[in-house]
């Protein structure tokens, strides 16, 4: 079964420092990975998603994630934080031969503090 | 207008209630999806629907039960709410056709059981 661990329920960094939030997951053969943004009071926005080739993606609003197989890990990243950037944040794993639903993390919360 | 929609945005109603929360989308995805969402918990996946004829139980489907009475509409019926189903309900949507899709969400439902 998939899994997916988000170990930092709060992040807090000032604005303009750089940001990596962590993400590992459980999955035998290679999944499909993606990071979601929730602002307060909205809906999931997809910032990126990984299924196969370069490990380094990039995705909307300057983040890019890595994955890295033998950690189980697809960190998010961004080098400079703005204050909207202020939102939960949800890592989830996914695979073809589980009809692409989703499993999430628990989410990170991200403070930026100016 | 919005690819996936959600209705009601937001509902109260009380213990012992039969609710309905209904879904509808513009994306002409054949893949749909109920995950609710709790803090701390991220989102977990209550049913799904490959196609009209096809409903499946996700990790915690109980209590709820879910129709697909178009490719476009899947709702989610909870027969008598209790206070532990208050939560922010999410209908997402993914094409099993196309690859490397991913799936997108509707704005949600925030569900109180008094």
């Known amino acids: 079964a998939q899994s997916v661990t988000q170990p930092d329920i709060h992040i807090t960094v000032s604005e303009g420092a750089s940001l990596e939030l962590r993400c590992n997951y459980s999955y035998g053969a290679t999944p499909y990975l993606f990071w979601y943004v929730q602002s307060p009071g909205q809906g999931l926005q997809l910032l990126l998603k990984?299924?196969?080739?370069?490990?380094l993606v990039q995705g909307i609003k300057g983040f890019e994630a890595e994955f890295k197989r033998s950690q189980s890990s697809f960190n998010l990243r961004k080098p400079s934080v703005h204050w909207s950037d202020a939102a939960e944040y949800f890592c989830a794993v996914g695979a073809r031969e589980y009809g692409n639903k989703l499993v999430f993390g628990a989410g990170t919360i991200l403070r930026v503090k100016s | 207008d919005a690819d996936v929609t959600q209705t009601p945005r937001n509902r109260i109603t009380k213990t012992g209630k039969r609710i309905m929360l209904e879904c509808s989308q513009t994306?002409?995805?054949?893949?749909m999806y109920w995950y609710r969402q709790d803090p701390g918990l991220g989102l977990r996946l209550i049913y799904y629907?490959?196609?009209?004829?096809?409903?499946n139980k996700g990790e915690i489907s109980d209590g709820y039960s879910v129709s697909r009475q178009a490719q476009a509409k899947f709702s989610l019926s909870l027969e008598s709410a209790i206070p532990n189903q208050t939560a922010l309900y999410f209908c997402?949507?993914?094409?099993?056709?196309?690859?490397?899709?991913?799936?997108?969400f509707g704005q949600g439902t925030r569900l109180t059981v008094v």
């Open positions: 629907s490959f196609d009209v004829k096809d409903i």
């Open positions: 994306k002409g995805h054949d893949r």
């Open positions: 990984y299924f196969s080739g370069d490990t």
């Open positions: 997402a949507t993914s094409d099993s056709g196309t690859v490397n899709t991913e799936a997108f």
